[in-house]
């Protein structure tokens, strides 16, 4: 774990001086010296003196650089195709994934083969109007609505409208997701 950089990088990014955070935590400055350099580990309790005078919570010290936030700007995403439906990758950490579907006229996917996977769904439709099916339940979805549903049970997404309907999705799954779609 690099918790000494990550403490340098904060005290930096915040112009703090090692001398104002050795006054402030009682700290001295070649205690503060070898942690910021990896060079010795500050305990729980010291930990949370120096979260508690940067102002950042103590569990943001102890997350590993994968755990952090992670951006993907707009002409950075990725984008693919699936049975003529567009999907743009917004982003996917872990076991949560976000897309947004945009469906011509008359597509569906899972209309022809079930189309299932493990997790729970959540879609807002943006534009358009599409039918959702499930088991026995099925509704009509137009811009604004949204709905919510165990993938693992065979469901089906079909553009109704007259226009090209767009869908934004999120899915989290237990296990990791690879290519849904």
Known sequence: MDIGSKIRAIRNRKKITIAQMCEATGLSKGFISNMENNHTSPSIHTLAAIADFLKVPLPYLLLDKSQHMQVVRKDERRTS???????????????????????????????HEPHAHEGEESHLVLKGKVLAEQGEDSIIAEEGDTFTWNASVPHVVKNIGDTNSVVLISIYSDTKLDDLL
């Open 81 to 111: 195709s699936y049975k003529g439906h567009k999907i743009e990758h917004l982003t996917s950490k872990g076991r949560l994934r976000m897309m947004i579907v945009e469906s011509p006229p008359g597509f569906a996917i899972g209309e």
